[in-house]
Nanobody, 121 residues
Framework: QVQLVESGGGLVQAGGSLRLSCAAS????????MGWYRQAPGNQRELVAT???????KYSSSVKGRFTISRDNAKSTMYLQMNRVKPEDTAVYYC???????????????WGKGTLVTVSS
């Protein structure tokens, strides 16, 4: 099995910064694309940013220029550097990864349980 665990969430003032981490563990053979999603109260889950195994990144228009996604393949860890945060960034942030595990040797989508980010105005 594979587990994704997010960390780094918390309370931050508008204009401030926060860094989220997502650590993957378990019977991992390799990790393909990874991504951050978020869900605000009453809203659907939405894409924040993705990063391929080769480091190609994509961002939603709402965070482009403020957030930076990165990954350390050696540590099976992904990061989200959040700068100039806004109250509308308040949400639960979820980690997602397409993981090939050692047992099935086939790609499967995994999700973390989420970490809450609250931006105060």
């Amino acid at each position: 099995q594979v587990q994704l665990v997010e960390s780094g969430g918390g309370l931050v003032q508008a204009g401030g910064s926060l860094r989220l981490s997502c650590a993957a563990s378990g019977l991992i053979f390799s990790i393909n694309a990874m991504g951050w999603y978020r869900q605000a109260p009453g809203n659907q889950r939405e894409l924040v940013a993705t990063i391929s195994s080769g480091g190609i990144t994509k961002y939603s228009s709402s965070v482009k220029g403020r957030f930076t996604i990165s990954r350390d393949n050696a540590k099976s860890t992904m990061y989200l550097q959040m700068n100039r945060v806004k109250p509308e960034d308040t949400a639960v942030y979820y980690c997602n990864a397409d993981v090939i595990d050692l047992v099935r040797r086939d790609g499967m989508d995994y999700w973390g349980k989420g970490t809450l980010v609250t931006v105060s105005s």
